[in-house]
C-alpha cells in the first residue's frame, strides 16, 4: 500500500495540481478541544514523550480538519535538554531551561552519542503517529533550527530584540560544535520514525540582520540541509528577499520554504527558481480570529490574487498559516479555511 498524501508529495515533486495539500504549524494545540482533553489528564511532557499520547495529539487534527499532512508531536527544545540543559515546562511561564548558556558553562553540554539517547522516544512517537494515521495522508517531523536553539540556550526564551543573545555571538561556534552533530542524528531518527521530510523551524531568524544571518547562520543551516538534500524544509519568521540570495535556494538543496504572512505569497510563486522546492504559507494566523463573515472576506481577500496564477505557478504550494495556530482560535475558522481551499482550487 503506497503511504503518504497525494497532494503533498506532487508538492514536494513541484508538480502542477488543482489543490494544494493544507497543513498548519501547530496544528495540534492549545486551541483544539481535542488536545484539551488530553491535557486535563497529562503533562504537556507526557503527551510529547508518551508515543502513544504523542500520536493521539497529531492524529486529533486529522480527524477533525482533515488536513493532508500530519505533523508529530513534539517541541524544538528537546535536543538543549538531550544536551544536559534541562527543561520544564508550565502553564503560566512556558518552558524554563535549568541553566543558561554562557562562556563558563558551554563545556556542560552533552557530547552527541550522549545526548541522542534522550531523543530516541521521537522516533518512537513518529512510528506511532504513522500507525495510527490514515495511508493517505503525509507525517512530516521538525527540528529546530541552530540559531533558534542559540537563542534559547542563552535568553532562555525567544523575545525582544535578542540583545543578550546578539552580545553573545561569540559563542555560537561553540555551541554549533555540539548542536550540528546532535540534530543530524535527531533528523535521521525522525526519518526512521517515518518523517517524509523534516521541518527546520527559524522562528529568530529575523531578528538577525540579513548579512549577519548570511555570514554566520546561513552556514550552520547548510552543513543540515546538504546532509539530507531536497529532505529538509526551512520555515523563518520575519525575514526578507535579501536573506536568500545565495545560490543554495536555487540548487534544490532544500526541499522546500515556508514564508509568513509578511511575504506576498503570489510573487514568492511567480518569481521563485525552478529547483527552490515547494512553498509553504502564509495566511496570517491572527485573522483566523475574525467573525465569520469577516473571516470569509479575508480568505477571499488572501487568495484573490493566487486564484489569478496558474495551476503551473501555483505548482508546489502547500497551504498554510504564516505561523502557527495560536491559542484560543475558533475552530470553526479552521474547519472552514480548509474548506474554502478546496472548494476554490479543484
Known amino acids: 500500500m503506497k503511504i503518504g498524501n497525494p497532494r503533498f508529495q506532487a508538492a514536494l515533486r513541484g508538480e502542477p495540481q488543482a489543490t494544494p495539500p493544507v497543513w498548519f504549524m501547530r496544528q495540534a494545540g492549545r486551541y483544539h478541544a481535542h488536545y484539551q482533553a488530553l491535557r486535563k489528564k497529562h503533562s504537556f511532557m507526557e503527551l510529547c514523550k508518551d508515543p502513544r499520547l504523542a500520536a493521539a495529539v497529531a492524529l486529533g487534527p486529522i480527524e477533525d480538519f482533515d488536513f493532508d499532512v500530519s505533523i508529530f508531536f513534539s517541541d524544538l527544545l528537546f535536543p538543549l535538554e538531550a544536551m544536559g540543559m534541562g527543561l520544564t515546562y508550565s502553564d503560566s511561564q512556558g518552558p524554563q531551561l535549568g541553566w543558561h548558556l554562557t562562556g563558563e558553562s558551554v563545556h556542560r553540554l552533552r557530547p552527541v552519542d550522549e545526548a541522542i539517547e534522550g531523543l530516541q522516544f521521537q522516533r518512537e512517537a513518529l512510528s506511532a503517529t504513522r500507525r495510527m494515521l490514515p495511508p493517505d495522508k503525509s507525517l512530516i517531523g521538525f527540528v529546530g533550527s541552530p540559531w533558534t536553539l542559540f537563542t534559547y540556550a542563552v535568553q532562555g526564551r525567544h523575545a525582544g530584540s535578542l540583545q543578550e543573545v546578539k552580545s553573545h555571538l561569540g559563542l555560537f561556534p561553540a555551541f554549533c560544535e555540539k548542536v550540528i552533530p546532535l540534530l543530524l542524528r535527531n533528523i535521521e531518527l525522525q526519518f526512521e520514525g517515518g518523517a517524509e521530510i523534516v521541518m527546520l523551524f527559524d522562528t529568530a531568524a529575523g531578528e538577525i540582520s540579513p548579512w549577519l544571518y548570511r555570514e554566520k547562520i546561513l552556514p550552520e543551516i547548510e552543513k543540515l540541509a546538504r546532509s539530507f538534500p531536497g529532505k529538509l524544509g526551512y520555515y523563518s519568521k520575519g525575514t526578507q528577499s535579501a536573506y536568500f540570495v545565495d545560490p543554495i535556494w536555487r540548487e534544490g538543496v532544500f526541499a522546500g520554504q515556508g514564508v509568513d504572512h509578511r511575504w506576498d505569497l503570489s510573487e514568492v510563486l511567480r518569481n521563485r527558481a525552478p529547483r527552490s522546492g515547494f512553498v509553504q504559507g502564509n495566511f496570517d494566523e491572527a485573522l483566523l480570529f475574525s467573525e465569520p463573515n469577516d473571516f470569509r472576506a479575508r480568505v477571499e481577500s488572501y487568495l484573490a490574487p493566487?486564484?489569478?496564477?496558474?495551476?503551473?505557478?501555483?505548482?508546489?504550494?502547500?497551504?498554510?498559516?504564516?505561523?502557527?495556530?495560536?491559542?484560543?482560535?475558533?475552530?470553526?475558522?479552521?474547519?472552514?479555511?480548509v474548506q474554502i481551499i478546496r472548494r476554490t482550487f479543484r
Open 306 to 337: 493566487l486564484i489569478k496564477l496558474s495551476t503551473e505557478e501555483r505548482a508546489g504550494w502547500v497551504c498554510g498559516l504564516g505561523h502557527g495556530v495560536l491559542p484560543k482560535t475558533p475552530e470553526q475558522n479552521v474547519r472552514e479555511f
